[in-house]
Structure formats: C-alpha cells, structure tokens
C-alpha cells in the first residue's frame, strides 16, 4: 500500500530536511519527497510536523524483573506514544542482560511491538564493574550495544580492559559519566539549593571526572565511547576538551534535564518525584546543556525512562529510589527546555547516529516517523498515560506540542493519520 | 498563628518569631510554680514520633505537652514499627487514624515533616529533620539571646562547628538573619563551605576568626563518625583551631554568650570549665526549651479554638 503525507512539514535536522512537503511510504520504507502525481492513500497533514521516529538511548522498562512496573509491551506502548520507534533497553533489570541468553530471550519476546527495541548487553556481570561479561556472545546473540546503564564504577584498569576488549567487536559502548563515591554522599545537585533546604549534594565535579577519564581511555584503548546522562556545565566543558584532545567521544543528556532545575526540589518541598540520578542540576548547568544541544556538543538526549511505584516513591526524599519515566514526556520536555522544536527533534533523533543506524526521511529509510502538532499543548497525566507508572516531576504540567502518530515502518502504531 | 505546621525558620517572618518568643516568655512561668500545669490543651493529643534518639529534645516536648494538659504519647524509634519495616506514610496513616491534633517528628530525612504535613490534617511540629532545620531549637536559641541582648537587631552571633550539616544551625541562620541579626559562621573546611553565604551567613575559618566581634558563640556538637572519610582529621586538632577553652574565651568581649545544642563533648569543641564558665547559658537554653514548645503547641493548636469559640 502507498500511502502519501501531505502538506506537513518535513523536519529532519540531522538530515538537512525542513520544508512543507509530501513524502510518500511505499512497502514500509520512504519512497520520495514530493514524488509528482502518484496513485496513493493520501492523508493531508498540514499544520503538522513530520520527523523521524525518535531515537531512545537509555529506557529502563523493569522486564525482566519488576513487570508490574512497566514490561515490554507497556513500555513499547509508552515509546509510541512519545513518538518513539527504536528504544535501546538499559540491561539494569532483574535478572541483568549479561547473558547471549537474556539478549536472545528480550529479542525474541520484543517482536511484533510497536516499536523496535534495541538490546544493550551489560558490560560487567551484574552491572558490578568487576567481572567483564560474555560480551561477545552477547554481540553474536544480537546486542546492538554494551552499557552498564546508569551504573558507574571507580576502577580503572577494568574500565581499560573492557574498552580494549569491546573495540574489535564493533559495536558502541554506552558510560554514564558518573563518580560512584560522590553520588553515593548526596541525594541531590549539590549547590544554593541543596545548602538552602537541608540535603546533601552530588558535585558535579563526579561528572567532570568521569568523563576526563573517560576521554582519557578512549585516546587509550582507541575505542569509542558514547557518555551518557550529561547534565553539569563543567561535564560539556570537559566534554569538549577530551574531544579536542582527539579522544573519540560522543555523549548525550536527559531530556528532563533541559527543563527541570534543582529549584524543582525544593518548589515542591522535598518531592521525591524530584529525587534522579544524576540529579536535576542548577540553572546555569540546563542552560549549557540547552546550548551544548544546539551546537551539537551533545548529541542526543535520552528519555532516562525508569518507572516506579507508590512504594519505591511513597518515601523521605533521601530513602525514595531514583528515577522519573520519560519516554511520554521527552519531546515536550525538550521543546519546552530547549524552546526550539528543531532542536529538540535533532535531540531525540541522534541516536540513530550513535547506534550507527540508517534513519530519516531520505529516500529508502524505514518510514519510522512522528507526526507532531506543534501548536498543541497537553497537560501530564490528564489522559492515563501508556506507561504502567506516573512517577514523573512533571505530572500535571501543561507541555507544548502533541505526537499526533507514530509510524513504524509504515503501520500507525499510535494515534491516528 | 495562621500556620497549620512548623517545619522549619526559613519562612517564618520577624513578625510571627516575635510573636512566638513573646508567648514562650508568658509560659514560662507555668514551669515556675509548685503545680506547673494550665488546662490550655486539655482534651487535645500530641503524639511525639522520634525516628532518632534524643533526650533532650524528647522530654522538652513531652513536658511541654504535660504542663499544658494535652493528653500526649511518645513513640520513639526502637518501640515503633519503623523497625518491622512500615513506611513512615503508613505510621502516619495509623497515627492519623487514631485522631492526633499535633504529631512531633523527629527523623533522620530531611523533608519528611513536610511529607507529612501536606498529606494529613494534624499540626506537625519539626523536631529536627535530618542536616535541614530544627526550628524549636533555633526559637529556644534566639529567645536566650534575647533575655540577655534585649534585641536580636544588628547584634553579632558566631556559629562554630560543623555548620553545613547541622540543623540547628540551619534554623538559627534562617530564624537571626529574619530578626537582623548578623552571623559569622567558622569551622573546618569540609563544614564550613562558602556557600553558607546564600544562608546569609559570613563565612570565616577558625574560632579565632569570630571571636572578638561575637556578642554570642554558639558551639556546635561535634560528631564522632564524622571523623570518618576525611572530614575532619583529628579530635585533637579539632580542639585546638575551632574548640573554645578559656585562653580563646578571654579574646572575646567580657559580655559574650556562650551557647551549645546539646550534647556537648567536653574537651572537643568546649573543655569543661567553659561549660561551666559564667557566661555559659547553655541550661537556660534547656529551660526555654520547654517555653518555647508550650508556646509552638499553644499557637499551633490552643489559639485557633480560641478565636472559633
């Protein structure tokens, strides 16, 4: 079946396309922009934006393990809705992805979703940042990436090792740029705020560190490393400076975090749905991330998804688990954040070029696509979300721009055209 | 009082701390007598819910309940379900269930007063939340001083100590800077951070530093695991830059203040005959301590009838 967009704008900023035209899907794959006469189902979508399906780096959706918090169907569902088409899963579920078993195993059972669901193998077994995993076999099974998810570790040698092992296997390695033993002393940025109400901080000095060592394995071992979950100032500062030391590194930051600051802690005294890691940073950290977006310092901005429950949330801000599901809320998060929806579309598409995937609207792409309303505003939690949790700072906050639909080669997987 | 709850000094405004240590002032004859008890709160129950241990704090609370006839029950940590693994949510549920009017918490999270407070009815009284504020102890604070200084207005106080993960001096900082009065704060690096400065505290770095501009000093308990990890390097070191003993006292102005939360460590951040000394007001503290809880419950609980009857 053919099938003609017509009238939308067409906005692919990593591709260079933004303009009002009609792309034609033919067999699940873009056929043409502006194909001429053509002999199609034809859906008028002016007014509208369309832009390649969004990219997630890092979405933890508790399957296996805690299922009752989202699984894959719900968080497959949850990606759609976002405007998502491929979503990298965090192995930091229960049992970990350390396993060819358990990449095979999430790979089988993620057919026929909505959308596609990518693997990360961990890199270390069990996420301990000890023991290297099978991460050959984890390759050969099908992981499309290794991480150790928002994980960090503090022990060189085997940050080097891992590195000089997974080069020659080809495929990219995820690190979030974190100091294990400054993020275990605070709860949240450590700053005005943070000395104001009364809580410990994390210094963002733990990322500056992470990703100078980072950047100084990567020159190393010659393997390319992507650093995710960016979020200080001084982390893109360093960031730019491995870089132009020639160490080749990408990164990335959360999508929440272009818009939320530390204030977000205590304008809602102590709510642990602000309590992340990293943590919401100060005004000048989301300002250069806003920045370091728009110049390409960083690449990407992940979802950061990690849905929870009353009983891991129902707590003192310090005892409350981490975490805030993001994949319904990314790209509003980002246009409100960053206040430019090309901006916040190259952020949520750019993780196709670190995964090293063929995606946008050019001629033979999968027609993985997002149709937006860019004129339209929704508020968090008004209609039930697709996600199985609601723990997000930003529920009942009014957001700019609706999905309209999300494509995945070719079929509507959410909304309607 | 308009307020529903006291968490903390922060928003507290001058006119409403006046107000509270004015109140304290006419309880504390209450303590006075031979029979020190009002019916002020009769009929009316306080439950005292510590998830940290504390003498001090507890029975100021407790006894401040008592002379103001309110039926009260303590809970402290090792008797409450805490330790069976109840959420502090579901405690407070069943505590709500049993219809308190006032629940005093104690606890080592900051924010979980506030928790509380905004999901239940009952008045909560702060006692301490984590390393964020203990607003009780920072009006007992302030209202010594003012017994001895008259006014808090332009007067100089120092805090010494670990001074960033203390609430006492959090609430102190927050309640002195309303009344305008200034604060130098000194104490180690790892404690005494610059950014004290959005506190609106000066931030200095030995006790020697503070001394001699300080109308009052207030020392700060020092806690023994926090020699863990870097944070200080010896008790003995401690003593000698940011302890107070009589050779330092003497740089100070004959008049000065000497005050302490409580506990105190003799011989780390004061030796004993500085306890001791005549300008110590450390007990009178603890006697405006009770004063000033009277006063909170009072304004909290009793004022409000009042004006309905």
């Not at chain 1, 916040?344 to 598409?349: E, G, I, K, Q």
């Not at chain 2, 506030?114 to 209202?143: C, K, T």
């Not at chain 2, 003497?250 to 951040?269: D, F, Q």
Request: with cysteine; net charge negative; proline share 5%.
């Amino acid at each position: 079946m053919k099938r003609l967009l017509e009238g939308a704008r067409l906005l692919d900023p990593i591709g260079g396309v933004d303009r009002v035209g009609d792309l034609l899907i033919e067999h699940g794959r873009v056929a043409a922009i502006d194909p001429g006469p053509v002999d199609a189902q034809r859906v008028d979508l002016s007014g509208h934006v369309v832009t390649p399906g969004f990219f997630d780096l890092s979405a933890n959706l508790r399957d296996p393990g805690r299922t009752w918090l989202e699984g894959l169907e719900a968080g497959a569902a949850a990606a759609a809705a976002g405007g998502f088409t491929t979503v990298l899963l965090n192995p930091a579920v229960d049992p970990v992805t350390d396993d060819p078993s358990r990449v095979r195993e999430l790979l089988e059972r993620s057919t026929g979703l909505p959308v596609e669901l990518a693997v990360a193998g961990a890199i270390t077994v069990g996420l301990a940042g000890r023991d290297l995993a099978e991460v050959g076999r984890m390759a050969e099974a099908g992981a499309c990436a290794f991480s150790d998810g928002g994980r960090v570790h503090d022990d060189a040698l085997v940050l080097r090792h891992a590195l000089l092992y997974l080069r020659p296997l080809g495929r990219p390695v995820l690190v979030r740029g974190g100091d294990p033993t400054l993020e275990a002393a605070g709860v949240m940025h450590d700053g005005e705020v943070a000395t104001r109400i009364g809580l410990r901080g994390i210094p963002v000095a733990g990322e500056e560190l992470a990703i100078a060592r980072l950047g100084a394995l990567a020159n190393d071992t010659g393997c390319s490393v992507h650093v995710t979950g960016v979020t200080t100032a001084r982390g893109v500062a360093m960031l730019r400076h491995v870089r132009a030391q020639g160490a080749p590194v990408s990164a990335s930051t959360i999508a929440l975090h272009t818009l939320l600051t530390d204030q977000a802690v205590c304008d809602t005294v102590y709510d642990s749905a602000t309590r992340l890691v990293p943590p919401l940073r100060s005004a000048s950290d989301r300002a250069a991330l806003v920045a370091a977006l728009e110049d390409g310092s960083l690449c990407a901005a992940a979802s950061w998804h990690e849905p929870l429950s009353r009983v891991e949330k129902e707590l003192e801000f310090e005892l409350a688990e981490p975490g805030a599901i993001g994949l319904e809320t990314a790209l509003s998060a980002l246009v409100a954040g960053t206040g430019r929806l090309e901006t916040a579309v190259r952020a949520l598409t750019g993780g196709a070029q670190v995964l090293r995937r063929e995606h946008g609207l050019a001629p033979g792409c999968s027609a993985d696509l997002a149709v937006l309303d860019p004129e339209a505003e929704w508020t968090v939690g008004e209609v039930p979300l697709a996600s199985r949790s609601s723990n997000t700072p930003l529920w009942g906050r009014s957001l700019p721009v609706v999905v309209r639909a999300t494509l995945h080669r070719g079929e509507v997987v959410h909304g309607a055209l | 009082m308009k307020r529903k709850d006291l968490l903390g000094l922060r928003d507290v405004p001058r006119a409403e701390i006046e107000h509270i240590l004015d109140t304290a002032v006419r309880f504390r004859g209450v303590s006075e007598r031979r029979i020190k008890k009002v019916p002020t709160l009769r009929g009316r129950t306080v439950v005292s819910l510590f998830f940290e241990n504390s003498t001090r704090t507890k029975t100021s609370f407790d006894l401040a309940a008592k002379r103001l006839s309110a039926d009260g029950v303590s809970i402290s940590a090792s008797s409450s379900a805490a330790k069976k693994g109840e959420t502090l949510m579901d405690t407070a549920r069943n505590i709500d269930a049993m219809a308190p009017d006032l629940v005093i918490l104690r606890h080592s999270c900051a924010g979980s007063p506030h928790m509380l407070a905004r999901s239940f009815d009952f008045s909560v009284i702060n006692a301490g939340d984590g390393i964020n504020e203990h607003p009780s102890q920072g009006l007992l604070d302030m209202l010594t001083m003012r017994d001895h200084l008259q006014s808090l207005e332009g007067k100089t106080v120092a805090i010494v100590g670990d001074v960033f993960h203390s609430r006492v001096a959090r609430s102190n900082l927050y309640g002195l800077r309303t009344m305008g009065a200034r604060v130098l704060v000194a104490g180690p690096g790892t404690m005494c951070r610059p950014e004290l400065e959005v506190l609106g505290a000066e931030v200095r770095h030995r006790i020697d530093d503070v001394l001699a501009e300080a109308d009052v000093v207030m020392m700060l308990r020092i806690q023994r695991e926090r020699l863990a990890r870097a944070m200080v390097s010896t008790a003995g070191e401690y003593a000698d830059l940011y302890g107070l003993d009589l050779k330092k006292l003497a740089r100070a102005s004959e008049r000065t203040l000497v005050m302490h939360p409580g506990p105190i460590n003799r011989g780390v951040e004061m030796t004993p005959d500085v306890a001791d000394h005549a300008n110590s007001v450390i007990l009178e503290q603890v006697r405006n301590g009770v004063a000033v809880r009277m006063a909170l419950m009072y304004l909290l609980l009793g004022e409000i009838d009042e004006a309905a009857a």
